[in-house]
């Protein structure tokens, strides 16, 4: 008896679904890209367990906060100084790693670990091909000094072994942990330059929210905000009108470590005053970008500040105005930044909409990855759907906290929907495809295209 | 407007404009001939030939040629202890004995090299 061609049909589809995936396709030379994210989430370099990835996991952009924190085992190696007693309270502390989200650094020396400590929020490794270059030199980390050896991404991790991943207060290598090998350092290195935005943004955009439209107005203005001036087109870098053509990212002394009332200090624990880049410093801090800052907080080098209205709503206060960097825009423009709530408001929300942006397109790039069935090298493949799931979940947070574009909103929660049901499926091309139509229409929905 | 901005770029240019210095503070705990991206290329690895106390010169030998260098006031000078498996610790110019191994990193006025060390690694072990 022959089947009807409905049932043939029917019969394929289901051998299909039935089938598994063809593996995806790597992409050329993208070897050391895959390697270096191995090594940065696996690697403990014979440590006391932690990773890279355990004060930069790739689920939280490659920080941490407070609200991360909370969520993790008490076991897990970022608290391993509790349980560890050749570590102890100079190698971190516990209470400020929880409720602050700040960890210990020793950036002017371990001669005396009771006294010569601060205390740091941990930046995201985003768009570092883009945020680190300066005429003096790689800028690495909140005092732009982080990395030993030639001071460059390269070396940074070695730095990072030594001060985060050690078993004891000794650092003995060989002993407390191992230095990572030049093969080690080439891929992981690859790794971090791979991550986030790739390409600067050319503001102006056109944004269909008069309000983050205004906001960017004003961030762009070299009389109200001026932010353009040290975050041109909103990333790292000094503008090329103000710094010259080479302008590159810089460090400035912006009197952040003047803010009364930091968190750390009302917990009354151990915090030192952190003088910033170099030795003895004078308090300068680096420039981050400030397209990822929406969905990275809490923000400045201290986590002093946790909601992006508050990091614009400082530039207003005396302790930015009177700080070296902000006496020498008021001698000269003739005036400090002082903008009204709602201005403050507006920049704000520029910059959640270009975060939400950001977030936008990186979760369409891994729904695209899940869709051609190719590697992302610098995502794990098996993790891409909830990767995206991350990223649309930051941008429904950062656009919905300001509240802003309700309708992009919508779109962009049927793409969260869409990507949970694909991940359920051996085959999730279609549903994955599905979401970015739905983040396409939210990102239209956001800003115009040129 | 722009105009008096780019007037503060430039003061503050001015300011910021240093060679860029690394991280010095785990550089201590780095062995010799490990420092990434600095040894074989901006340091030279060799043994004491001599120290002057007076002009404070530091002669190291490697292997026919000799480098000499001024230890300035700031100059770090670290003890490389790794190989007895103990903690790297500060060292002073009193440890620039003859015979002991040592890295020398030099100074770099951009990408110019000065004849003054930045910093000064030198092994020792048990016997000294």
Request: proline fraction near 6%; include cysteine; glycine fraction near 8%.
């Amino acid at each position: 008896m022959q089947l009807p061609t409905r049932g043939y049909i029917l019969l394929l589809s289901l051998l299909l679904a039935a089938c598994p995936l063809p593996k995806p396709t790597p992409v050329p030379g993208s070897e050391l890209v895959i390697e270096g994210r191995r090594l940065f989430f696996e690697q403990i370099f014979n440590g006391n367990g932690r990773t890279c990835g355990t004060c930069h996991p790739a689920s939280n952009n490659l920080t941490i906060d407070p609200a991360f924190i909370a969520t993790l085992p008490d076991d897990n190696p970022l608290f391993v100084a509790n349980t560890t007693s050749e570590l102890g309270p100079n190698f971190e502390n516990n209470t400020l790693i929880r409720k602050v989200g700040l960890i210990l650094e020793n950036q002017d020396g371990f001669d005396d670990l009771d006294n010569n400590l601060n205390m740091r929020g941990v930046p995201h490794t985003l768009g570092l091909t883009l945020s680190v270059d300066s005429p003096e030199g790689p800028q690495l980390g909140w005092s732009g000094d982080g990395s030993p050896g030639d001071a460059s991404v390269r070396s940074f991790a070695t730095g990072a072994v030594i001060q985060h991943f050690t078993k004891s207060l000794n650092r003995v290598p060989d002993v407390d942990f191992r230095l990572p090998t030049d093969e080690e350092l080439d891929a992981l290195e690859a790794f971090q330059l791979a991550l986030g935005r790739q390409e600067e943004l050319e503001l102006p955009l056109s944004f269909t929210n008069v309000i983050a439209a205004r906001g960017q107005e004003i961030f762009n203005s070299p009389t109200e905000g001026k932010c353009f001036a040290c975050h041109f087109n909103a990333g790292a870098n000094g503008a090329p009108q103000v710094f010259g053509p080479e302008a590159g990212n810089r460090n400035f002394n912006t009197g952040v470590e003047d803010l009364p009332d930091q968190p750390a200090d009302l917990l009354e624990e151990r915090n030192p005053p952190d003088d910033g880049r170099g030795t003895p410093g004078e308090g300068e801090f680096n420039t981050p970008s400030l397209v990822e800052a929406a969905d990275t907080g809490p923000f400045f080098h201290n986590n002093s500040v946790e909601t992006v209205e508050g990091a614009v709503a400082f530039y207003n206060g005396n302790a930015f105005n009177d700080s070296p960097a902000g006496q020498l825009l008021v001698n000269a423009t003739g005036s400090g930044i002082n903008l009204d709530a709602t201005q403050v408001v507006a920049v704000a929300a520029f910059m959640r909409a270009i975060n939400a942006l950001e977030n936008v397109r990186q979760s369409i790039e891994m729904l695209q990855a899940k869709v051609d069935n190719t590697i992302l090298p610098h995502e794990d493949f098996d993790q891409l759907l909830d990767r995206a799931v991350d990223e649309i979940e930051d941008a429904i947070s950062v656009l919905a906290g300001g509240g802003l574009y309700p309708q992009a909103v919508d779109h962009i929660l049927e793409a969260r929907h869409l990507t949970l049901e694909a991940s359920k499926r051996s085959r999730p091309a279609k549903l994955a495809g599905r979401a970015i139509t739905e983040l396409e229409r939210a990102r239209d929905l956001i800003v115009e295209s040129p | 407007m722009l105009k008096r901005l780019a007037l503060v770029g430039l003061i503050l240019s001015s300011i910021v404009i240093c060679p860029s210095h690394g991280q010095k503070a785990t550089e201590i705990f780095i062995p010799i001939g490990k420092s990434p991206g600095v040894s074989g290329k901006y340091s030279v690895i060799g043994t004491i030939a001599s120290f002057d106390e007076t002009t404070r010169v530091l002669t190291i030998k490697v292997e026919d040629a000799e480098h000499t260098v001024t230890i300035t006031e700031e100059t770090k000078i670290w003890l490389d202890k790794s190989g007895i498996q103990q903690t790297n610790e500060i060292g002073s110019p009193a440890d620039c004995r003859q015979g002991r191994l040592c890295e020398m990193k030099y100074v770099y006025d951009g990408k110019t090299r000065t004849d003054k060390a930045e910093w000064l690694k030198i092994r020792v072990g048990d016997s000294d």
